[in-house]
Protein backbone atom coordinates (compact mmCIF):
# COMPACT_ATOMS: atom_id res chain seq x y z
CA UNK A 1 0.00 0.00 0.00
CA UNK A 2 2.97 2.49 0.98
CA UNK A 3 4.74 1.62 -1.80
CA UNK A 4 1.56 1.88 -4.31
CA UNK A 5 1.24 5.36 -2.55
CA UNK A 6 4.92 6.34 -3.82
CA UNK A 7 4.28 5.11 -7.43
CA UNK A 8 1.26 6.82 -7.78
CA UNK A 9 3.00 10.02 -6.56
CA UNK A 10 5.68 9.51 -8.90
CA UNK A 11 3.79 9.02 -11.94
CA UNK A 12 1.42 11.77 -11.02
CA UNK A 13 4.59 14.25 -10.21
CA UNK A 14 5.81 12.41 -14.06
CA UNK A 15 2.95 13.60 -15.98
CA UNK A 16 3.07 17.52 -15.06
CA UNK A 17 6.52 17.34 -15.32
CA UNK A 18 6.40 15.64 -18.76
CA UNK A 19 4.29 18.64 -19.45
CA UNK A 20 6.17 21.29 -18.59
CA UNK A 21 9.18 19.55 -20.70
CA UNK A 22 7.20 20.00 -23.61
CA UNK A 23 7.49 23.99 -23.08
CA UNK A 24 10.30 24.62 -20.97
CA UNK A 25 12.42 22.02 -22.50
CA UNK A 26 11.21 22.50 -25.85
CA UNK A 27 10.97 26.13 -26.53
CA UNK A 28 13.33 26.90 -24.23
CA UNK A 29 10.82 29.80 -21.63
CA UNK A 30 10.69 28.92 -18.02
CA UNK A 31 7.13 28.58 -16.13
CA UNK A 32 7.16 29.41 -12.25
CA UNK A 33 3.79 29.18 -12.22
CA UNK A 34 2.66 25.89 -13.43
CA UNK A 35 1.07 24.51 -10.06
CA UNK A 36 -1.37 27.12 -11.01
CA UNK A 37 -2.61 24.42 -13.78
CA UNK A 38 -2.53 21.60 -11.68
CA UNK A 39 -4.57 23.57 -9.14
CA UNK A 40 -6.85 24.37 -12.15
CA UNK A 41 -7.25 20.70 -12.91
CA UNK A 42 -7.59 19.55 -9.35
CA UNK A 43 -10.15 21.64 -8.89
CA UNK A 44 -12.18 21.36 -11.96
CA UNK A 45 -11.92 17.70 -11.61
CA UNK A 46 -12.85 17.68 -7.81
CA UNK A 47 -15.59 20.06 -8.36
CA UNK A 48 -16.78 18.00 -11.55
CA UNK A 49 -17.07 14.90 -9.62
CA UNK A 50 -18.54 15.75 -6.12
CA UNK A 51 -20.81 18.67 -7.04
CA UNK A 52 -21.98 18.12 -9.79
CA UNK A 53 -21.50 13.99 -9.97
CA UNK A 54 -19.58 14.15 -13.31
CA UNK A 55 -18.31 10.32 -13.65
CA UNK A 56 -14.62 10.74 -13.20
CA UNK A 57 -13.52 10.06 -16.76
CA UNK A 58 -15.22 12.66 -17.85
CA UNK A 59 -14.24 15.00 -15.25
CA UNK A 60 -10.35 14.32 -16.02
CA UNK A 61 -10.54 15.41 -19.73
CA UNK A 62 -12.57 18.53 -18.43
CA UNK A 63 -10.03 19.55 -15.94
CA UNK A 64 -6.78 18.99 -19.02
CA UNK A 65 -8.78 21.02 -20.87
CA UNK A 66 -9.48 23.69 -18.62
CA UNK A 67 -6.12 24.05 -17.59
CA UNK A 68 -5.26 24.80 -21.10
CA UNK A 69 -7.88 27.33 -21.65
CA UNK A 70 -6.15 28.83 -18.41
CA UNK A 71 -3.09 28.87 -20.06
CA UNK A 72 -4.16 31.07 -22.98
CA UNK A 73 -5.53 33.58 -20.40
CA UNK A 74 -1.53 34.17 -19.24
CA UNK A 75 -0.39 32.73 -22.72
CA UNK A 76 -1.92 34.59 -25.17
CA UNK A 77 -0.95 38.35 -23.96
CA UNK A 78 2.74 37.35 -22.76
CA UNK A 79 3.56 35.59 -25.42
CA UNK A 80 2.33 37.88 -28.45
CA UNK A 81 4.21 40.43 -26.68
CA UNK A 82 7.30 38.18 -27.64
CA UNK A 83 8.47 39.06 -23.99
CA UNK A 84 12.26 38.23 -23.41
CA UNK A 85 11.99 35.26 -21.60
CA UNK A 86 13.10 36.47 -17.48
CA UNK A 87 9.95 38.38 -17.82
CA UNK A 88 7.58 35.46 -19.10
CA UNK A 89 8.93 33.76 -16.02
CA UNK A 90 8.06 36.59 -13.58
CA UNK A 91 4.90 36.93 -15.42
CA UNK A 92 4.24 33.30 -14.71
CA UNK A 93 4.96 33.52 -11.11
CA UNK A 94 2.78 36.13 -10.46
CA UNK A 95 -0.18 34.40 -12.27
CA UNK A 96 0.29 31.71 -9.83
CA UNK A 97 0.12 33.99 -6.95
CA UNK A 98 -3.28 35.18 -8.32
CA UNK A 99 -4.56 31.91 -8.82
CA UNK A 100 -4.25 30.97 -5.51
CA UNK A 101 -5.50 33.82 -4.22
CA UNK A 102 -8.53 33.01 -6.55
CA UNK A 103 -8.96 29.96 -5.60
CA UNK A 104 -9.19 31.10 -1.87
CA UNK A 105 -11.56 33.56 -2.28
CA UNK A 106 -14.24 31.53 -4.95
CA UNK A 107 -17.45 30.06 -3.26
CA UNK A 108 -17.43 27.09 -5.41
CA UNK A 109 -13.93 25.86 -4.31
CA UNK A 110 -15.00 26.27 -0.59
CA UNK A 111 -12.05 29.03 -0.35
CA UNK A 112 -9.04 28.75 2.06
CA UNK A 113 -10.07 25.22 3.75
CA UNK A 114 -10.47 23.39 0.56
CA UNK A 115 -12.52 20.40 -0.74
CA UNK A 116 -12.17 17.29 1.24
CA UNK A 117 -13.64 13.83 1.15
CA UNK A 118 -12.84 13.46 -2.49
CA UNK A 119 -13.45 9.92 -3.97
CA UNK A 120 -10.49 7.67 -4.37
CA UNK A 121 -9.89 7.70 -8.29
CA UNK A 122 -6.79 7.64 -8.67
CA UNK A 123 -5.73 3.91 -8.13
CA UNK A 124 -2.07 2.48 -9.51
CA UNK A 125 -3.87 0.65 -12.60
CA UNK A 126 -5.88 3.99 -13.44
CA UNK A 127 -2.70 6.47 -12.67
CA UNK A 128 -0.36 4.02 -14.56
CA UNK A 129 -2.85 3.93 -18.10
CA UNK A 130 -3.36 7.62 -17.78
CA UNK A 131 0.33 7.85 -17.21
CA UNK A 132 0.88 5.68 -20.33
CA UNK A 133 -1.68 7.46 -22.16
CA UNK A 134 0.42 11.29 -21.69
CA UNK A 135 3.59 9.56 -22.42
CA UNK A 136 2.36 8.44 -25.63
CA UNK A 137 1.09 11.61 -26.83
CA UNK A 138 3.61 13.11 -25.35
CA UNK A 139 6.53 11.67 -27.46
CA UNK A 140 4.04 11.88 -30.45
CA UNK A 141 3.81 15.89 -30.24
CA UNK A 142 7.64 16.02 -29.21
CA UNK A 143 8.63 13.48 -32.40
CA UNK A 144 6.06 15.12 -35.42
CA UNK A 145 6.97 18.73 -37.29
CA UNK A 146 5.13 20.52 -34.02
CA UNK A 147 7.72 19.59 -31.94
CA UNK A 148 10.45 20.27 -34.82
CA UNK A 149 8.78 23.85 -34.90
CA UNK A 150 9.57 24.38 -30.66
CA UNK A 151 13.06 22.59 -31.09
CA UNK A 152 14.09 25.31 -33.88
CA UNK A 153 12.27 27.73 -31.53
CA UNK A 154 14.79 26.79 -29.09
CA UNK A 155 17.61 26.53 -31.07
CA UNK A 156 17.68 29.77 -32.87
CA UNK A 157 14.20 31.96 -32.70
CA UNK A 158 15.38 34.20 -35.55
CA UNK A 159 16.08 31.62 -37.77
CA UNK A 160 13.26 29.93 -36.69
CA UNK A 161 10.86 32.65 -37.83
CA UNK A 162 13.10 32.62 -41.02
CA UNK A 163 11.90 29.15 -41.60
CA UNK A 164 8.34 30.24 -41.38
CA UNK A 165 7.35 29.23 -38.10
CA UNK A 166 5.32 31.02 -35.60
CA UNK A 167 6.72 32.08 -32.96
CA UNK A 168 3.77 32.73 -31.05
CA UNK A 169 1.61 30.03 -31.98
CA UNK A 170 4.49 27.33 -31.38
CA UNK A 171 4.85 28.53 -27.83
CA UNK A 172 1.29 28.54 -27.02
CA UNK A 173 0.41 25.59 -28.53
CA UNK A 174 3.55 23.98 -26.05
CA UNK A 175 2.27 26.51 -23.31
CA UNK A 176 -1.13 24.71 -23.73
CA UNK A 177 -0.15 21.08 -23.95
CA UNK A 178 2.07 21.59 -21.14
CA UNK A 179 -1.06 23.05 -18.67
CA UNK A 180 -3.37 20.53 -19.48
CA UNK A 181 -0.94 17.58 -18.95
CA UNK A 182 -0.15 19.80 -15.21
CA UNK A 183 -4.01 19.41 -15.18
CA UNK A 184 -4.45 16.13 -15.05
CA UNK A 185 -1.55 15.54 -12.73
CA UNK A 186 -3.20 17.80 -10.17
CA UNK A 187 -6.93 15.65 -11.06
CA UNK A 188 -5.05 12.85 -10.31
CA UNK A 189 -3.50 14.36 -7.16
CA UNK A 190 -6.88 15.76 -6.00
CA UNK A 191 -8.08 12.09 -6.03
CA UNK A 192 -5.27 10.45 -4.85
CA UNK A 193 -4.70 12.72 -1.54
CA UNK A 194 -8.69 13.05 -1.42
CA UNK A 195 -7.77 16.45 -0.22
CA UNK A 196 -7.05 20.06 -1.79
CA UNK A 197 -6.57 22.72 -0.57
CA UNK A 198 -5.33 26.52 -2.06
CA UNK A 199 -2.44 26.29 -0.31
CA UNK A 200 -1.14 23.14 -1.92
CA UNK A 201 -0.20 24.90 -5.19
CA UNK A 202 2.41 27.61 -4.39
CA UNK A 203 5.30 28.81 -6.27
CA UNK A 204 7.12 26.35 -3.77
CA UNK A 205 5.52 23.61 -6.13
CA UNK A 206 5.84 25.25 -9.39
CA UNK A 207 9.69 25.31 -8.96
CA UNK A 208 9.91 21.75 -7.94
CA UNK A 209 8.20 21.33 -11.39
CA UNK A 210 10.41 23.44 -13.26
CA UNK A 211 13.74 21.81 -11.52
CA UNK A 212 12.62 18.56 -12.21
CA UNK A 213 12.81 19.47 -15.94
CA UNK A 214 15.96 21.37 -15.83
CA UNK A 215 17.44 18.18 -13.93
CA UNK A 216 16.31 16.00 -16.36
CA UNK A 217 17.39 17.29 -19.27
CA UNK A 218 16.07 20.11 -21.22
CA UNK A 219 14.93 18.96 -24.59
CA UNK A 220 14.69 15.25 -23.38
CA UNK A 221 11.05 13.03 -22.23
CA UNK A 222 12.72 10.48 -20.50
CA UNK A 223 14.98 12.76 -18.63
CA UNK A 224 12.36 14.56 -16.73
CA UNK A 225 10.24 11.60 -16.51
CA UNK A 226 13.37 10.05 -14.50
CA UNK A 227 13.89 12.78 -12.42
CA UNK A 228 10.26 12.83 -10.91
CA UNK A 229 10.46 9.69 -9.81
CA UNK A 230 13.84 10.53 -8.35
CA UNK A 231 12.74 13.71 -6.64
CA UNK A 232 9.62 11.39 -5.20
CA UNK A 233 11.51 8.70 -4.18
CA UNK A 234 14.80 9.60 -2.60
CA UNK A 235 13.16 12.12 -0.10
CA UNK A 236 10.85 8.92 0.83
CA UNK A 237 13.60 6.79 0.83
CA UNK A 238 15.81 8.71 3.39
CA UNK A 239 12.66 9.46 5.24
CA UNK A 240 13.44 12.99 5.54
CA UNK A 241 11.44 15.21 8.10
CA UNK A 242 9.04 17.36 6.07
CA UNK A 243 10.74 20.09 7.00
CA UNK A 244 13.94 19.16 5.56
CA UNK A 245 12.55 17.91 2.38
CA UNK A 246 13.27 21.49 0.34
CA UNK A 247 16.42 20.97 1.61
CA UNK A 248 17.22 17.15 0.16
CA UNK A 249 15.71 18.37 -3.09
CA UNK A 250 18.28 21.47 -3.26
CA UNK A 251 20.88 18.90 -2.52
CA UNK A 252 19.71 16.46 -5.23
CA UNK A 253 19.49 19.43 -7.66
CA UNK A 254 23.07 20.58 -6.95
CA UNK A 255 24.63 17.88 -7.18
CA UNK A 256 22.62 16.96 -10.63
CA UNK A 257 23.84 20.34 -12.06
CA UNK A 258 27.36 19.98 -10.63
CA UNK A 259 27.63 16.09 -12.00
CA UNK A 260 25.45 16.78 -15.27
CA UNK A 261 25.27 20.43 -15.85
CA UNK A 262 22.83 19.07 -19.30
CA UNK A 263 20.59 16.94 -16.72
CA UNK A 264 20.08 13.50 -16.31
CA UNK A 265 19.68 12.73 -19.78
CA UNK A 266 20.81 15.63 -21.46
CA UNK A 267 19.42 16.29 -25.26
CA UNK A 268 18.54 12.72 -25.05
CA UNK A 269 16.30 10.27 -24.56
CA UNK A 270 16.64 6.77 -22.42
CA UNK A 271 16.37 4.01 -25.20
CA UNK A 272 17.29 0.02 -25.48
CA UNK A 273 19.55 1.15 -28.35
CA UNK A 274 20.93 4.33 -26.97
CA UNK A 275 22.09 2.04 -23.86
CA UNK A 276 23.29 -1.04 -26.36
CA UNK A 277 24.84 2.31 -28.25
CA UNK A 278 27.15 3.68 -25.14
CA UNK A 279 28.26 0.29 -23.83
CA UNK A 280 29.99 -0.13 -27.26
CA UNK A 281 31.25 3.15 -27.36
CA UNK A 282 32.86 2.03 -24.09
CA UNK A 283 34.40 -0.67 -25.99
CA UNK A 284 35.76 1.42 -28.85
CA UNK A 285 36.51 4.69 -26.88
CA UNK A 286 34.70 6.55 -29.25
CA UNK A 287 32.64 9.27 -27.50
CA UNK A 288 30.04 10.97 -29.77
CA UNK A 289 27.27 8.04 -30.62
CA UNK A 290 23.64 9.06 -29.31
CA UNK A 291 21.47 10.77 -31.44
CA UNK A 292 20.09 14.40 -30.80
CA UNK A 293 16.71 15.18 -30.14
CA UNK B 1 11.35 40.58 -67.33
CA UNK B 2 9.22 41.75 -64.79
CA UNK B 3 10.14 42.85 -60.86
CA UNK B 4 10.93 40.46 -58.04
CA UNK B 5 11.72 43.05 -55.48
CA UNK B 6 11.46 46.67 -55.46
CA UNK B 7 13.12 48.92 -52.57
CA UNK B 8 11.43 52.48 -52.39
CA UNK B 9 13.40 55.36 -50.32
CA UNK B 10 14.68 52.74 -47.51
CA UNK B 11 15.89 53.87 -44.09
CA UNK B 12 17.04 52.94 -40.76
CA UNK B 13 18.37 53.94 -37.86
CA UNK B 14 19.31 52.53 -34.43
CA UNK B 15 19.09 55.73 -32.08
CA UNK B 16 21.27 57.85 -33.36
CA UNK B 17 23.24 55.85 -35.94
CA UNK B 18 21.65 55.83 -39.17
CA UNK B 19 22.41 52.26 -40.89
CA UNK B 20 20.45 52.61 -44.20
CA UNK B 21 19.51 56.01 -45.42
CA UNK B 22 17.00 56.44 -48.28
CA UNK B 23 17.70 53.38 -50.37
CA UNK B 24 15.79 52.76 -53.62
CA UNK B 25 16.56 49.87 -56.46
CA UNK B 26 14.97 47.09 -58.18
CA UNK B 27 15.62 43.34 -58.77
CA UNK B 28 14.69 41.93 -61.62
CA UNK B 29 12.92 37.98 -61.58
CA UNK B 30 15.72 35.61 -62.29
CA UNK B 31 18.56 37.57 -62.34
CA UNK B 32 21.27 37.51 -59.46
CA UNK B 33 21.74 41.02 -57.90
CA UNK B 34 24.71 41.66 -55.63
CA UNK B 35 24.59 44.60 -53.24
CA UNK B 36 28.41 45.46 -51.89
CA UNK B 37 30.07 48.12 -49.80
CA UNK B 38 32.98 48.26 -47.19
CA UNK B 39 32.16 46.66 -43.84
CA UNK B 40 29.52 48.44 -41.48
CA UNK B 41 28.11 49.90 -45.07
CA UNK B 42 24.47 48.76 -44.10
CA UNK B 43 24.15 45.38 -46.24
CA UNK B 44 23.29 42.97 -43.47
CA UNK B 45 20.78 45.52 -42.26
CA UNK B 46 19.06 45.70 -45.89
CA UNK B 47 18.25 42.30 -45.75
CA UNK B 48 17.06 42.67 -42.26
CA UNK B 49 14.79 44.96 -43.22
CA UNK B 50 13.71 42.87 -46.31
CA UNK B 51 12.86 39.74 -43.96
CA UNK B 52 11.10 41.51 -41.42
CA UNK B 53 13.52 40.99 -38.75
CA UNK B 54 13.60 44.88 -38.58
CA UNK B 55 10.97 47.22 -39.22
CA UNK B 56 12.17 50.47 -41.47
CA UNK B 57 12.39 53.98 -39.86
CA UNK B 58 11.07 55.19 -43.88
CA UNK B 59 9.85 53.72 -47.04
CA UNK B 60 8.62 50.69 -48.52
CA UNK B 61 9.38 47.00 -49.78
CA UNK B 62 7.60 45.75 -52.04
CA UNK B 63 7.36 41.92 -53.72
CA UNK B 64 5.85 41.34 -56.62
CA UNK B 65 3.71 44.38 -56.56
CA UNK B 66 2.62 43.87 -52.85
CA UNK B 67 3.66 45.85 -50.05
CA UNK B 68 5.10 43.45 -47.32
CA UNK B 69 6.88 46.01 -45.02
CA UNK B 70 7.07 45.65 -41.48
CA UNK B 71 5.34 42.12 -42.01
CA UNK B 72 6.98 40.04 -39.70
CA UNK B 73 9.73 36.97 -40.62
CA UNK B 74 7.44 34.08 -40.79
CA UNK B 75 4.52 35.78 -43.29
CA UNK B 76 7.27 36.99 -45.52
CA UNK B 77 8.95 33.62 -45.98
CA UNK B 78 5.80 32.05 -46.58
CA UNK B 79 5.48 34.81 -49.72
CA UNK B 80 8.61 33.16 -51.33
CA UNK B 81 11.43 34.94 -49.36
CA UNK B 82 14.44 33.06 -48.12
CA UNK B 83 17.81 34.20 -46.66
CA UNK B 84 20.68 32.54 -45.38
CA UNK B 85 22.61 34.56 -42.01
CA UNK B 86 25.89 35.87 -42.17
CA UNK B 87 26.79 34.73 -38.48
CA UNK B 88 25.51 31.44 -38.95
CA UNK B 89 22.30 30.71 -38.02
CA UNK B 90 22.09 26.98 -37.53
CA UNK B 91 19.93 24.73 -35.34
CA UNK B 92 23.30 23.51 -33.75
CA UNK B 93 22.11 20.74 -32.13
CA UNK B 94 20.27 18.86 -34.77
CA UNK B 95 21.21 16.87 -37.32
CA UNK B 96 22.24 18.51 -41.22
CA UNK B 97 19.07 16.69 -42.34
CA UNK B 98 16.75 17.84 -39.44
CA UNK B 99 18.12 20.91 -39.95
CA UNK B 100 16.94 20.80 -43.68
CA UNK B 101 13.66 19.04 -42.73
CA UNK B 102 12.76 21.64 -40.36
CA UNK B 103 12.59 24.37 -43.40
CA UNK B 104 10.55 21.45 -45.43
CA UNK B 105 7.67 21.60 -43.46
CA UNK B 106 6.55 25.16 -44.11
CA UNK B 107 5.44 24.38 -47.75
CA UNK B 108 5.02 20.39 -47.19
CA UNK B 109 2.65 20.03 -44.50
CA UNK B 110 2.42 15.79 -44.12
CA UNK B 111 -0.18 15.95 -41.47
CA UNK B 112 -2.85 17.85 -38.97
CA UNK B 113 -1.98 17.71 -35.33
CA UNK B 114 -5.19 15.76 -34.38
CA UNK B 115 -3.21 12.34 -36.96
CA UNK B 116 0.24 13.54 -34.64
CA UNK B 117 -1.56 12.49 -31.41
CA UNK B 118 -4.09 10.06 -32.21
CA UNK B 119 -2.83 8.42 -35.49
CA UNK B 120 0.93 7.57 -34.74
CA UNK B 121 0.99 3.96 -33.29
CA UNK B 122 4.26 2.09 -32.47
CA UNK B 123 5.41 -0.26 -35.05
CA UNK B 124 2.29 0.41 -37.39
CA UNK B 125 2.91 2.41 -40.38
CA UNK B 126 1.14 5.65 -41.17
CA UNK B 127 0.24 8.91 -41.98
CA UNK B 128 2.76 10.39 -39.82
CA UNK B 129 5.26 7.77 -40.64
CA UNK B 130 5.10 8.01 -44.38
CA UNK B 131 4.81 12.12 -44.06
CA UNK B 132 8.32 12.23 -41.91
CA UNK B 133 10.02 9.38 -43.92
CA UNK B 134 8.99 11.35 -47.61
CA UNK B 135 10.50 14.50 -45.68
CA UNK B 136 13.63 12.76 -45.46
CA UNK B 137 14.12 12.03 -48.76
CA UNK B 138 13.19 15.65 -49.70
CA UNK B 139 15.75 16.69 -47.51
CA UNK B 140 18.30 14.47 -48.58
CA UNK B 141 17.85 16.01 -52.62
CA UNK B 142 18.47 19.69 -50.71
CA UNK B 143 21.66 18.21 -49.54
CA UNK B 144 22.58 16.63 -52.61
CA UNK B 145 21.80 19.97 -54.40
CA UNK B 146 24.65 21.66 -52.68
CA UNK B 147 26.74 18.68 -52.16
CA UNK B 148 26.51 17.88 -48.02
CA UNK B 149 24.80 14.64 -48.21
CA UNK B 150 27.70 12.81 -46.82
CA UNK B 151 27.46 14.88 -43.48
CA UNK B 152 23.34 14.28 -43.33
CA UNK B 153 23.17 12.82 -39.94
CA UNK B 154 26.23 14.83 -38.72
CA UNK B 155 25.34 17.57 -35.66
CA UNK B 156 25.17 20.81 -37.22
CA UNK B 157 27.65 22.36 -34.89
CA UNK B 158 30.02 20.24 -35.81
CA UNK B 159 30.56 20.76 -39.73
CA UNK B 160 33.04 22.41 -41.30
CA UNK B 161 32.41 25.91 -41.53
CA UNK B 162 32.57 25.91 -45.32
CA UNK B 163 29.66 23.16 -44.99
CA UNK B 164 27.37 24.96 -42.43
CA UNK B 165 27.64 28.02 -45.08
CA UNK B 166 26.42 25.50 -47.59
CA UNK B 167 23.84 24.11 -45.07
CA UNK B 168 22.17 27.41 -44.81
CA UNK B 169 21.65 27.71 -48.20
CA UNK B 170 20.37 24.34 -48.23
CA UNK B 171 17.80 25.03 -45.61
CA UNK B 172 17.17 28.31 -47.32
CA UNK B 173 16.10 26.12 -50.52
CA UNK B 174 13.51 23.85 -48.81
CA UNK B 175 11.28 26.97 -48.28
CA UNK B 176 10.79 26.78 -51.64
CA UNK B 177 11.46 30.42 -52.61
CA UNK B 178 11.33 32.43 -55.23
CA UNK B 179 13.95 35.00 -54.05
CA UNK B 180 16.80 33.94 -52.35
CA UNK B 181 19.06 35.95 -50.25
CA UNK B 182 22.36 34.88 -49.68
CA UNK B 183 24.65 37.25 -46.86
CA UNK B 184 28.22 36.80 -47.68
CA UNK B 185 27.39 32.89 -48.47
CA UNK B 186 31.24 32.79 -49.35
CA UNK B 187 32.81 34.19 -45.66
CA UNK B 188 35.62 32.31 -44.83
CA UNK B 189 36.53 30.39 -47.67
CA UNK B 190 39.68 30.55 -50.41
CA UNK B 191 39.64 31.62 -54.17
CA UNK B 192 39.16 28.18 -54.78
CA UNK B 193 36.15 26.91 -52.20
CA UNK B 194 34.58 30.95 -52.92
CA UNK B 195 34.84 30.30 -56.96
CA UNK B 196 33.47 26.36 -56.27
CA UNK B 197 30.61 28.22 -54.37
CA UNK B 198 29.23 31.16 -57.55
CA UNK B 199 29.36 27.87 -59.72
CA UNK B 200 26.86 26.30 -57.15
CA UNK B 201 25.19 29.78 -56.74
CA UNK B 202 24.52 29.94 -60.01
CA UNK B 203 23.43 26.15 -61.13
CA UNK B 204 21.01 26.08 -58.05
CA UNK B 205 19.62 29.44 -59.37
CA UNK B 206 19.44 27.93 -63.09
CA UNK B 207 18.22 24.98 -61.48
CA UNK B 208 15.50 26.25 -59.51
CA UNK B 209 14.32 29.06 -61.88
CA UNK B 210 15.65 31.83 -58.44
CA UNK B 211 16.10 34.89 -58.13
CA UNK B 212 19.07 35.78 -56.31
CA UNK B 213 20.29 38.94 -54.15
CA UNK B 214 23.60 38.63 -52.37
CA UNK B 215 26.22 40.31 -49.76
CA UNK B 216 29.69 39.17 -50.72
CA UNK B 217 33.37 40.85 -49.92
CA UNK B 218 35.20 38.19 -52.47
CA UNK B 219 35.04 40.66 -55.43
CA UNK B 220 35.86 37.84 -57.75
CA UNK B 221 32.76 35.58 -56.73
CA UNK B 222 30.74 38.99 -57.01
CA UNK B 223 31.69 40.22 -60.67
CA UNK B 224 31.66 36.33 -61.86
CA UNK B 225 28.08 35.81 -60.91
CA UNK B 226 26.29 38.67 -60.45
CA UNK B 227 23.95 40.14 -63.65
CA UNK B 228 23.82 43.65 -61.50
CA UNK B 229 25.54 45.19 -58.37
CA UNK B 230 23.93 47.62 -56.54
CA UNK B 231 26.83 49.72 -54.29
CA UNK B 232 26.29 51.69 -50.67
CA UNK B 233 28.51 53.40 -48.27
CA UNK B 234 27.78 54.49 -45.38
CA UNK B 235 24.19 53.26 -45.58
CA UNK B 236 23.50 55.45 -48.97
CA UNK B 237 23.54 54.90 -52.57
CA UNK B 238 26.82 54.74 -53.85
CA UNK B 239 26.35 53.58 -57.55
CA UNK B 240 24.45 51.02 -59.56
CA UNK B 241 25.19 48.96 -62.35
CA UNK B 242 26.44 45.66 -64.39
CA UNK B 243 30.12 44.76 -62.99
CA UNK B 244 32.02 46.22 -65.80
CA UNK B 245 29.85 49.42 -65.23
CA UNK B 246 31.12 49.19 -61.53
CA UNK B 247 34.66 48.34 -61.26
CA UNK B 248 35.32 51.05 -63.71
CA UNK B 249 33.23 53.87 -61.52
CA UNK B 250 35.64 55.80 -59.86
CA UNK B 251 33.40 56.95 -57.21
CA UNK B 252 33.15 52.56 -56.27
CA UNK B 253 37.46 52.36 -56.46
CA UNK B 254 37.75 55.14 -54.10
CA UNK B 255 35.18 54.07 -51.36
CA UNK B 256 35.31 50.65 -52.00
CA UNK B 257 38.39 48.67 -54.14
CA UNK B 258 40.51 51.54 -53.64
CA UNK B 259 40.84 50.34 -49.39
CA UNK B 260 41.88 47.11 -50.52
CA UNK B 261 39.67 44.23 -50.83
CA UNK B 262 38.26 42.71 -47.13
CA UNK B 263 38.49 38.85 -47.24
CA UNK B 264 36.27 38.34 -43.99
N1 LIG C 1 20.71 46.00 -34.11
C1 LIG C 1 21.52 47.05 -34.28
N2 LIG C 1 21.61 47.99 -33.33
C2 LIG C 1 22.41 49.07 -33.48
N3 LIG C 1 23.17 49.28 -34.56
C3 LIG C 1 23.13 48.38 -35.55
C4 LIG C 1 22.32 47.21 -35.47
N4 LIG C 1 22.47 46.48 -36.60
C5 LIG C 1 23.35 47.17 -37.35
N5 LIG C 1 23.76 48.31 -36.74
C6 LIG C 1 24.68 49.30 -37.28
O1 LIG C 1 24.30 49.61 -38.58
C7 LIG C 1 25.43 49.76 -39.42
C8 LIG C 1 25.33 48.83 -40.59
O2 LIG C 1 25.50 47.49 -40.16
P1 LIG C 1 25.35 46.26 -41.12
O3 LIG C 1 25.50 45.05 -40.31
O4 LIG C 1 24.15 46.39 -41.93
O5 LIG C 1 26.63 46.42 -42.07
P2 LIG C 1 27.18 45.47 -43.20
O6 LIG C 1 27.25 46.28 -44.44
O7 LIG C 1 26.42 44.22 -43.24
O8 LIG C 1 28.66 45.20 -42.69
P3 LIG C 1 29.59 43.91 -42.80
O9 LIG C 1 30.20 43.94 -44.14
O10 LIG C 1 30.60 44.11 -41.74
O11 LIG C 1 28.73 42.75 -42.55
C9 LIG C 1 26.65 49.53 -38.53
O12 LIG C 1 27.12 50.78 -38.11
C10 LIG C 1 26.10 48.76 -37.38
O13 LIG C 1 26.83 49.02 -36.21
MG1 LIG D 1 26.82 42.27 -42.87
Given at each position: ??????????????????????????T?L??????????????????????????????????????????L??GIPTLRAKL?????????????????????????????????????????????????????????????????M???I???H??AE???INLFQVRLRSL?????????????????????????????????????????????????????????????????????????????????????????????????????????????????????? | ???????????????????????????????????????????????????????????????????????P?DE?????????????????????????????????????????????????????????????????????????????????????????????????????????????????????????????????????????????????????????????????????????????????????????????
Amino acid sequence: MYIQGILILCMINAISAVGLAVFTGFTGLMSLGHAAFMAVGAYTCAIATKTFGIPFFIALPMAALMAGLVSLVIGIPTLRAKLRSDYFTIATLGFGEAMRVLLENLPITNGARGMAGLARFSVLPTVFLIFVIVVFFTKNFIFSRYGRMAIAIREDHIAAEMAGINLFQVRLRSLFFSAACAGIGGALMAHHIRFIQPNMFTNVQSTLLTATVVAGGMGSITGPIIAAFIFVMVPEVLRVAEMWRLVAYGALLVAIMVLRPQGIMGYREFSINGIIRYFRNLGTKQDKGGTVS
Amino acid sequence: MSISLEIKNLSKSFGGIVAVEDLTFNIKSGEIMGIIGPNGAGKTTVFNLITGVYQPTRGQVIYKGQDITGRPPDEIVKLGIARTFQNIRLFKNLSALENVVTALDLKNPMYNLASTFFLNWPFIPGKVKRGEKELRQKAMHYLELVGIADYAYKQASAMPYGLQRKLEIARALALEPELLLLDEPAAGMNPEESMELSHLIRDIQQKLNLTVFLIEHHMDLVMEICDHLYVINFGRELAEGNPEEIQANPAVLKAYLGEGRKGA
